[in-house]
């Protein structure tokens, strides 16, 4: 597809799981960034990839977080031991380059219960 | 399908000048549109329109909502080079968020 690619859309887990979100970027983009949003506010950086790079993971709340995009393309978002503060629409965004806009997805909605 | 167009796509201007940014959408159960200004690594949270024909403002920042046309505009008076960056338009509805593709604005001094 000519966009972001998130799935699944929508993820209820429960309390304790883990949960593996998927993010498909723009074919030879780059840059990958990883955000978690509340509604009505601004996203909050969690973690950013060039090519297979880790360059900064300073916005993970946790060491229940991890992200890894081990072919510089396809990037996988991993929270362990989900809590409930937790739940939120989790983006993933990629671009040419760190200057170049964003294209995000569609994100992902995770409820924890 | 749902989509979010913003126009144009960039834009130069002068400091001091005014601009107008736009954003037109199609969605389905729209719930709310969004500003986002996007310097370095996150966009900054601008304003949230739910609601046809009420101004929000702030600083040299106003923003309107139009839910008959389906559009929504911002507006930057009095530019200055810190303006400078990728303005993003997003539209909530069926609980996802729609991205605009952005419109880059360079402020020249």
């Known amino acids: 597809g000519a966009g972001v690619s998130q799935s699944p859309r929508y993820k209820v887990a429960k309390r304790g799981q883990d949960v593996a979100l998927r993010c498909d970027p723009i074919?030879?983009?780059?840059?990958l960034f990883w955000y978690q949003q509340a509604l009505g506010q601004g996203p909050e950086f969690l973690t950013y990839f060039q090519n297979e790079a880790q360059l900064d993971k300073s916005g993970l709340p946790s060491d229940r977080f991890f992200a890894e995009r081990p072919e510089g393309s396809v990037s996988t978002l991993k929270i362990q031991r989900t809590q409930q503060e937790d739940s939120a629409v989790y983006l993933c965004a990629s671009s040419l380059g760190e200057w170049s806009p964003l294209h995000f997805g569609n994100g992902t909605r995770l409820t924890v219960t | 399908e749902d989509k979010v167009v913003q126009s144009p796509l960039s834009l130069v201007v002068h400091e001091g000048d005014t601009v107008t940014l736009n954003c037109s959408y199609e969605?389905?159960?729209?719930?709310?549109l969004l500003w986002y200004k996007q310097e370095k690594k996150a966009p900054t949270f601008l304003f949230m329109l739910?609601?046809s024909g009420i101004e929000k403002k702030s600083g040299r920042l106003s923003s309107i909502l139009d839910k008959k046309e389906l559009f929504s505009i911002l507006n930057i008076t009095a530019t200055q080079t810190g303006d400078s960056a990728v303005y993003l338009c997003?539209?909530?509805?069926?609980?996802?968020?729609?991205w605009g593709a952005g419109t880059k604005l360079i402020i020249k001094p």
């Open positions: 969605v389905t159960n729209f719930r709310s």
């Open positions: 074919s030879g983009h780059v840059s």
């Open positions: 997003a539209v909530e509805g069926n609980y996802q968020l729609i």
């Open positions: 739910t609601s």
